[in-house]
């Protein structure tokens, strides 16, 4: 099965500042027949249920600022918030959901402001 | 409006059984695999099965197999989730799912399982 690893465990990162978050799989995401990324990002505040934020690893999702980006391909992937604003307090997960299931999400990474 | 509401968890005891349900509305729910995911206490998200918009495919995630079965009834656009032998390690909310593109779109707000003698 395929593992998800993200870095870091958390970050603190001041208003305005950029936030970066990396995710790592132990095998490539990239799809052959749509040359896609099957990965993506969700956001969780606490006491909710996540949010898909970004899909296909760069897809932004309907109604999601654009200050969120993701980008990499293959093994490697970067969610990030160019400009921190005060509600993405959050953990953040990547899930890949390449081939069959299992679908594991990443640890998480938790943001909070510095 | 798209929605996803859980229900049916509670507190059970080791070995029992539960069956969790999934009311879904504002889509065509025979047109979507859809998913259960779960969140033990202060801990992140574990995938644990999806199942095909007619049934035909399911999938588990180890811990699980054996013990748990997905399905689903598209004449009332509801999923299901029947937990049986529960353990301690399956304490957790868990989250109903509607997929697309293989990404988990839209979240119900989940239901709690409490394993617990």
Same mark, same amino acid.
């Given at each position: 099965d395929i593992v998800m690893t993200q870095s870091p465990d958390s970050l603190a990162v001041s208003l305005g500042e950029r936030a970066t978050i990396n995710c790592?799989?132990?095998?490539?995401?990239?799809?052959?027949?749509?040359?896609?990324?099957?990965l993506a990002w969700y956001k969780q505040t606490p006491g909710q249920p996540p949010k898909l934020l970004i899909y296909w690893a760069s897809t932004?999702?309907?109604g999601v600022p654009d200050r969120f980006s993701g980008s990499g391909s293959?093994?490697?992937?970067?969610?990030?918030?160019?400009?921190?604003?005060?509600?993405?307090?959050?953990v953040y997960y990547c899930q890949h959901y390449y081939g069959n299931p299992p679908?594991?999400?990443?640890?998480?990474?938790k943001v909070e402001i510095k | 409006e798209v929605q996803l509401v859980e229900s049916g968890g509670g507190l059970v005891q080791p070995g029992g059984s539960l069956r969790l349900s999934c009311a879904a509305s504002g889509f065509t729910f025979s047109g979507y695999w859809m998913s259960w995911v779960r969140q033990a206490p202060g801990k992140g998200l574990q995938w644990v099965a999806n199942i095909k918009m007619d049934?035909?495919?399911? $999938?588990y995630v180890d811990s699980v197999k054996g013990r748990f079965t997905i399905s689903r009834d598209n004449a009332k656009n509801l999923m299901y989730l029947q937990?049986?032998?529960?353990?301690?390690?399956?304490?957790?909310? $868990?989250y109903c799912t509607k997929e697309r593109s293989r990404a988990l779109h839209i979240w119900g707000q989940g239901t709690t399982v409490i394993v617990s003698s």
């Open positions: 790592k799989s132990s095998q490539s995401l990239l799809s052959s027949s749509n040359n896609k990324n099957n932004r999702e309907s293959g093994t490697d992937f970067t969610l990030t918030i160019s400009s921190l604003q005060a509600e993405d307090v959050a679908w594991p999400f990443g640890q998480g990474t | 049934g035909s495919e399911i $999938y937990m049986n032998s529960l353990r301690a390690e399956d304490t957790a909310v $868990y």
